[in-house]
Nanobody, 125 residues
Framework: QVQLVESGGGLVQAGGSLRLSCAAS????????MGWFRQAPGKEREYVAA????????YFADFVEGRFTISRDNAENTVYLQMNSLKPEDTAVYYC??????????????????WGQGTQVTVSS
């Protein structure tokens, strides 16, 4: 089992920045792909970014447009999502997820086995 706990959400003005953290515990996640998803009210949960823990390769949804970065800290067993140039449409609950044996496309929710409880991000205009 893997437990994931997100933190770092909050209220920020448009153009501002936030860094989300996802602390993993339990089974080691060194062989996992870690993803960030988000869900706005009344919308489907959508893919934001992913990182392959072992090699560090990163992937992003098209709407990110270079504004976000994803990284991991081996010592802290934590994944980060640095979000810059935030827009009101980035307002959502952000979820961290972990999955194994994911290849090709990293945005399928069903490929992720473990999920955190989410952290709210609100961007005011």
């Amino acid at each position: 089992q893997v437990q994931l706990v997100e933190s770092g959400g909050g209220l920020v003005q448009a153009g501002g920045s936030l860094r989300l953290s996802c602390a993993a515990s339990g089974r080691t996640v060194r062989s996992y792909t870690m993803g960030w998803f988000r869900q706005a009210p009344g919308k489907e949960r959508e893919y934001v970014a992913a990182i392959i823990w072992s090699g560090g390769s990163t992937y992003f949804a098209d709407f990110v447009e270079g504004r976000f970065t994803i990284s991991r800290d081996n010592a802290e067993n934590t994944v980060y999502l640095q979000m810059n140039s935030l827009k009101p449409e980035d307002t959502a609950v952000y979820y961290c997820a972990a999955g194994r044996y994911i290849t090709g496309y990293y945005g399928r929710k069903d490929d992720y086995t473990y999920w955190g409880q989410g952290t709210q991000v609100t961007v005011s205009s």
